[in-house]
C-alpha cells in the first residue's frame, strides 16, 4: 500500500513520521527548508517526551513519486485548489483522495441526497478545481483531531490527540476506508470509520468557526475569549446560527453550544491556528472555516446575522495584514 501525505506540515508531518515508524511505505510531498531538512537528516518526532528520527522518502515534485494507493491532503483548505493539477501525477485509477482539511469540504454534497445533492462550495472549492480535477467519487473523508506543530525544519513536536476519523460520503464502511483505518491503526494512531462523518465535521467546524476569527480580531487565547462576557456571547450566536443551518442539513449534535464553549475554555491558554497564522504572516484560513458557512445559510435560507458581521471584520484585518484575498 503506498500512502503519500501532501502537505507534510505539522499534522502531515506527525502522520508520516508515525506511519515511517510503523515500517509503510509511505511519502511527503513538502517543500522550503522543511523539505530540505527531512531529506538531508530525516524527519524528527517529539512525542510523549521521547525524541526519534526516522528517513522517509520526501519531495516537492509529485511525478517523482509515482502513483499512490492514498494521497492524504493535509494543506490548510485554501492551499489545495491551486495545487490540484501538480497531483495529478500521484493519481491513478484506483487511488483514493483522503481529505483532512479544515472547515466544510467541498465534496460535503456528493452522496448525502435530496434536493442538495451535487451541490458545488465556491468558498471552498472556487472554479471547482477540486471536484473536476480529483472527481467526488476518488474521496474518503477524514476529521483531523492531533495538535501539533513544526518547531524547526524537519522537527514536528506532537501536542495532544491521535485520532483521524475516517468517513464515506455515502457512509458505508467500504473496503478502502477499512484497509486505511488499519494501516493507520498500526501506526498507532485511532483511525475510525464513521457512518456519519458530516457530524463530526459540524462539531470541529463549531469551534473553529467561531473561536478562530474572534481570537485572530482580538488576539484573545481561548481560555480568555471563551469565559469573557462579551466574546463568549459572539461565538455563542454564530455557533447557534451555524447549527440551525447545520440542522437543516440532518447533521445531530451530540452536545450543545455551552458544553462546546466550556470545552473550548478548559483548553487553557491556546492561541488558535488564525491567530498563530496572523502573527507569522500566512494566509489566513478564512474562507473554509467561516465563509463556508455563510455560503450554506444562503443555501439553506438561514440567516447569519453574527457570522457576516464577523466575516466581514476578519476578511478585512486578514485584508489589511495581506494575508487574505
Known sequence: MKICIFGAGAIGGYMGAKLAEAGAEVSLVARGPHLAAMKAKGLTLIEEGETNTFPVKASDDPAALGVQDYVIVTLKAHSVPPVV????????????????????????????????????LASVDPGDAQWNGFGPDRVLGCVVYPAAEVIEPGVVKHIEGNRFSLGEPDGSKSERAQRLSEALGK???????????????????WGNLSFNPISALTHATLDVLCTDPGTRAVARNMMLEAQEIAEKLGVKFPIDVDRRIEGGAAVGAHRT?????????????????????QELGRVTGTATPTIDTVLALVQLRGRVAGLYG
Open 273 to 293: 491556528s488564525m491567530l498563530q497564522d496572523l502573527d507569522a504572516g500566512r494566509p489566513m484560513e478564512i474562507d473554509a472555516l467561516l465563509g463556508s458557512v
Open 85 to 120: 493539477d501538480r497531483m495529478q501525477p500521484l493519481i491513478g485509477p484506483e487511488t483514493t483522495i483522503v481529505s483532512g482539511v479544515n472547515g466544510v469540504p467541498w465534496w460535503y454534497f456528493h452522496k448525502i441526497g435530496g434536493p442538495l445533492e451535487g451541490t458545488r
Open 187 to 205: 501506526a498507532g494512531l485511532k483511525a475510525p470509520v464513521r457512518p456519519k462523518l458530516r457530524d463530526e465535521i459540524w462539531v470541529k467546524l
